[in-house]
Antibody, heavy 123, light 107 residues
Framework: QVQLVESGGGVVQPGGSLRLSCAAS????????MHWVRQSPEKGLEWVAV????????SYADSVKGRFTISRDNSKNSVFLQMNNLRAEDTAVYYC????????????????WGQGTLVAVSS | EVVMTQSPATLYVSPGETVTLSCRAS??????LAWYQQRPGQAPRLLFY???ARETDVPDRFSGSGSGTEFALTISGLQFEDLATYYC??????????FGQGTRLQI
């Protein structure tokens, strides 16, 4: 069965950095679009970033553009989110999610979600 | 970006009831609309895609409908396990995909 397991969350000071990882199993990882989505009480569910199956194309929410970078390692069935210059408003549970889309770049609905990892930005 | 608006924010329900949750898009999204269920402490779970296509293992007491800008999720014969927050998401005009703020079902 499909499993997505996030890691790397924690408490970080404003201006700091964190790198989130998501380990995938149970499907042909290299073929699928992958996303990061975050959730906070203030903003609800907020899409963060998306990456194409081969990692060559990415897209970001305006709120994180220039600060966050999504990447993937298909040899390790993993997707990552490098978060720099973190702000208090980045505090959220971060989920990685598998898109329906196979072998093309774009975004549709999110078939499977991990359990999330909590990022807290606080001094 | 397409703004998704769900109503009501909270719905007080009783087991056995039939309830309808609404989702409105700020512009046309065809039938590119998904519904998710999120129980407390859990990740969202896909229920429907393409507005009315039920995901595997979703009970048939759940139904999705609508197109264009108006959508609905109906739960017939509500059960305790259905107490959760429900979110809609559009994927017609992306990026970004956008979510509604959720409707919470409470007793």
């Amino acid at each position: 069965q499909v499993q997505l397991v996030e890691s790397g969350g924690g408490v970080v000071q404003p201006g700091g950095s964190l790198r989130l990882s998501c380990a995938a199993s149970g499907f042909t990882f290299r073929g699928y679009v992958m996303h990061w989505v975050r959730q906070s009480p203030e903003k609800g569910l907020e899409w963060v970033a998306v990456i194409s199956p081969d990692g060559s194309q990415t897209s970001y929410a305006d709120s994180v553009k220039g600060r966050f970078t999504i990447s993937r390692d298909n040899s390790k069935n993993s997707v990552f989110l490098q978060m720099n210059n973190l702000r208090a408003e980045d505090t959220a549970v971060y989920y990685c999610a598998k898109d329906l889309l196979y072998s093309v770049f774009g975004s549709s609905f999110l078939e499977y979600w991990g359990q999330g990892t909590l990022v807290a930005v606080s001094s | 970006e397409v703004v998704m608006t769900q109503s009501p924010a909270t719905l007080y329900v009783s087991p056995g009831e039939t309830v309808t949750l609404s989702c409105r898009a700020s512009e046309y999204v065809d039938d590119k609309l998904a519904w998710y269920q999120q129980r407390p402490g859990q990740a969202p779970r896909l229920l429907f895609y393409d507005a009315s296509a039920r995901e595997t293992d979703v009970p048939d007491r759940f139904s999705g409908s609508g197109s264009g800008t108006e959508f609905a999720l109906t739960i017939s014969g509500l059960q305790f396990e259905d107490l959760a927050t429900y979110y809609c998401q559009q994927y017609y005009k992306e990026p970004p995909i956008t979510f509604g703020q959720g409707t919470r079902l409470q007793i």
